[in-house]
């Protein structure tokens, strides 16, 4: 592989040791006892896989820790051959680029605009331990993801992301093990388990920014579909009228952020100073009590609010997480709760709790997953 990552030449893991080694990923740091403990696998049979994977650089000591009685206990961590898995978030202006071990922990970010993806992706891969076995690369798009050509690997399934994704996809190492994932439902894994529904098992993530999208999590996964498109709110019809045919994708149009403020400009008046041509400004100018400001934002919330009220319609989720460049910001909260208690039934709706980062920390989630089941199901990196 390029950039000094060399594809994994793993032995296959016994059972005991493919058990072992995924609990000490998800524990980072552990002595024996310990893992014995979370692994439900006897002191013997911990010690017999613990050599197994330190014979494989796949697990190394970190040091001791002393125990109540006076007896020291070696403390063991992920090893070199462990290697590190890469997240991606290509978002239609900003590239996020996270490098991690297989424990999760950082190892090496960088962001840039969108036309130099490829240059964030080569400055994080290059700040990787050198040599280290690349085991799973996720990349969140803005897009559904489909087979490619003969069934196999996976891409953009429209123009939507599919040239961003092929001039990405460049810098990375030949034959890396590239998973797609749609960046909503990258997004509502992170608020499942870091963010705002956690210890909710069942709720909507409502995207809203320079696009729309739902991630939809029933029973703590995430529904995909039969086309891998669930959550494609954008699809919508719309509008929905006596005398107007739907566009495609009309209400993205609609609700997107571009509309939000071009509706903005038009009710713009001569005093109300100079017009905003961000969404950052207008809500700034909103929370200061700017007049015109405020209406424009009321009327954006009320719109989030029947988009809302739709999911809530279909899915009755409990609860729904308002994300997206203009969706987490707080000063949509009331409007959209007050729309959607008038036209639905109730529905806890909240901010989101990552902003930005939510996509590109789903990913790095499904990322660590995908890693630690190459290593312990001995699929080649």
């Known amino acids: 592989m390029t950039n000094g990552h060399r594809a994994a030449t793993d032995p296959r893991l016994s ?3 493919a058990s072992v080694f995924a609990v000490l990923a998800d524990a980072g740091r552990a002595t024996r006892p310990q893992l014995a403990e979370r692994a439900g696998l006897s002191k013997p049979t911990v010690s017999t896989a613990m050599a197994e994977l330190e014979a494989a650089g796949l697990a190394t000591r970190f040091g001791t820790a002393n125990g109540g009685t006076g007896r020291s206990a070696a403390i063991y ?18 590239t996020q680029v996270r490098g991690c071990a297989l424990d999760g922990s950082l190892l090496a970010e960088g962001a840039d605009s969108r036309p130099n993806a490829a240059g964030a992706v080569r400055g994080v891969l290059e700040a990787l331990p050198p040599g280290a076995p690349l085991r799973a690369v996720v990349v969140a798009v803005g897009d559904v993801t489909a087979k490619g050509r003969g069934g196999t690997g996976m891409r953009p399934a429209t123009a939507k992301a599919g040239p961003a994704f092929d001039a990405m996809a460049v810098a990375l190492p030949p034959g890396a093990p590239v998973h797609l994932e749609n960046n909503v439902n990258c997004a509502a894994l992170a608020e499942l388990h870091e ?11 409502l995207q809203i920014g320079l696009g729309i999208g739902l991630g939809i999590v029933i029973g703590g996964q995430v529904l995909r579909g039969a086309n891998g498109a669930a959550g494609e709110v954008a699809r919508l019809p719309y509008p929905w009228d006596e005398g107007r045919e739907p566009r495609h994708e009309g209400l993205e149009e609609y609700i997107g952020v571009r509309s939000l403020l071009r509706r903005a400009a038009q009710a713009w008046q001569d005093g109300d100073g100079p017009c905003p041509r961000t969404p950052e400004r207008l ?40 994300g997206g460049g203009t969706g987490a910001n707080p000063q949509l909260l009331r409007g959209v709760r007050a729309e959607l208690d008038r036209l639905s039934w109730p529905t806890e709706v909240v901010s989101s709790m990552l902003g930005s980062n ?16 190459a290593v312990t199901d001995g699929a080649p990196a």
């Open 77 to 94: 961590g992920l090893g070199p051959a462990a290697g590190a898995v890469l997240a991606i978030d290509l978002a239609p202006t900003r």
């Open 15 to 17: 059972d005991s040791a």
């Open 358 to 373: 939510g996509t590109v920390v789903g990913a790095t989630r499904l990322a660590v997953a995908r890693g630690v089941r």
């Open 283 to 322: 809500f700034a100018l909103a929370e200061e009590g700017h007049a015109t400001a405020c209406a424009a934002v009321g009327r954006h919330a009320a719109d989030v609010g029947r988009l809302a009220a739709a999911v809530a319609a279909v899915l009755d989720p409990g609860l729904i997480v308002l």
């Open 195 to 205: 963010g705002a529904a956690r210890g909710r098992h069942t709720f909507g993530y």
